[in-house]
């Protein structure tokens, strides 16, 4: 199988704040985002990584990763996936799509998920739930933790379905969903999430990642 990973680096971090996007805020040795390039190099089976970023970054990411390409990312996730897609190899067959904002990806989870691609149309990460979940709109209503997941990535996919579903007008946070509405027999393969992938999204969360960060 020839696997393209694209890392989506391309926005704005408008949840943290500050000027820097936070895939580009140094943690203690490296980039956010250098994190994940270095596991992802480090898999055997991955023939290219793509990295897509806003127009402010395409130069500087070009001389600082030589061996991956740079794509110009767009607006909205999807438009970045999506010039991600339309860069990979022609002989691409899966392709993994990676936040940049998740630092802490493991050749585990990674290795997993490639796995699971043998029997099933896509594979990702899911994670339990182990707080007590509430609704509130008008009312309060108390949720069954046990059957709510958080999905991370990667999310991985056959070149060919993912490039379909991308043209579904529909803007969503993730790429399953999208796969998932335009072929809802699809099939999924599990892998086991961690904590520790989590997704840099306020200042919390990159305080916890510096943190990790000065243990390792
Ligand atoms: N992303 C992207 N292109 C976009 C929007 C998001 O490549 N137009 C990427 C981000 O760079 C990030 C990942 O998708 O690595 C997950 O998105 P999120 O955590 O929402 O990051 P931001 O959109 O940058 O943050 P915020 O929503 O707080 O502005
Ligand atoms: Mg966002």
Not at 22 to 48: A, D, H, P, W
């Amino acid at each position: 199988m020839i696997n393209s990973v694209i890392i989506v680096a391309a926005g704005k971090g408008k949840r943290i704040g500050g000027n820097t996007p936070k895939q580009f805020i140094k943690l203690n040795k490296e980039t956010v985002l250098s994190y994940s390039i270095n596991t992802f190099k480090s898999i055997e089976g991955i023939s290219e990584i793509i990295i897509v970023t806003s127009k402010d970054w395409v130069s500087h990411l070009s001389s600082l990763y030589k061996d991956c390409k740079i794509v110009l990312g767009g607006n909205t996730r999807r438009e970045s996936v999506k010039n991600g897609v339309y860069a990979c190899n022609n002989n691409t067959e899966n392709i993994l799509i990676h936040d940049a904002a998740r630092p802490f990806i493991s050749k585990k989870i990674i290795t997993e998920c490639l796995t699971l691609l043998n029997n099933n149309d896509v594979s990702v990460p899911l994670l339990d739930t182990h707080d007590t979940l509430l609704e509130i709109n008008n009312k309060v209503t108390y949720l069954n933790r046990n059957s709510i997941k958080s999905i991370q990535t990667p999310q991985c996919f056959n070149k060919e379905k993912l490039k379909v579903a991308l043209e579904l007008d529909y803007d969503t946070t993730d790429e399953i969903s999208l796969v998932l509405k335009k072929f809802p027999s699809t099939k999924i393969g599990i892998a086991k999430g961690s904590k520790i992938n989590f997704k840099i999204t306020d200042k919390d969360d990159l305080f916890i990642a510096k943190s990790i960060s000065d243990t390792c």
